[in-house]
């Protein structure tokens, strides 16, 4: 089993900015990705950015230019820098990993941190 566990999440103004963290632990195995979805009050969760085992990001359009994401291989732990925030980035944030188990492609989450952006 992959246990993720979320820090950073909180209450800021529109335009300030928060860091994100998740660390693995457990069996983690062979990591295809790491990344964090989001999901706001009555829409479905999206991805909002992942980076590679080796290191390449993708970004959603809505934050490219705003966000960062990073990854510490050693310590199987990945990073999301948000910037500029916006009232719209307001949402649960869920760190996702994602690996090849037993039964083929896996997905595991952690339990979501709370990012409030206010006007």
């Known amino acids: 089993q992959v246990q993720l566990v979320e820090s950073g999440g909180g209450l800021v103004q529109a335009g300030g900015s928060l860091r994100l963290s998740c660390a693995a632990s457990?069996?983690?195995?062979?990591?295809?990705?790491m990344g964090w979805f989001r999901q706001a009050p009555g829409k479905q969760r999206e991805s909002v950015a992942s980076?590679?085992?080796?290191?390449?990001?993708n970004y959603a359009d809505s934050v490219k230019g705003r966000f960062t994401i990073s990854r510490d291989n050693a310590k199987n732990t990945v990073f999301l820098q948000m910037n500029s925030l916006k009232p719209e980035d307001t949402a649960v944030y869920y760190c996702?990993?994602?690996?090849?188990?037993?039964?083929?492609?896996?997905?595991?989450w952690g339990q979501g941190t709370q990012v409030t952006v206010s006007s």
């Open positions: 980076v590679s085992r080796v290191g390449i990001p």
């Open positions: 457990g069996s983690i195995g062979t990591v295809i990705a």
């Open positions: 996702n990993l994602r690996r090849i188990g037993g039964g083929g492609l896996e997905n595991y």
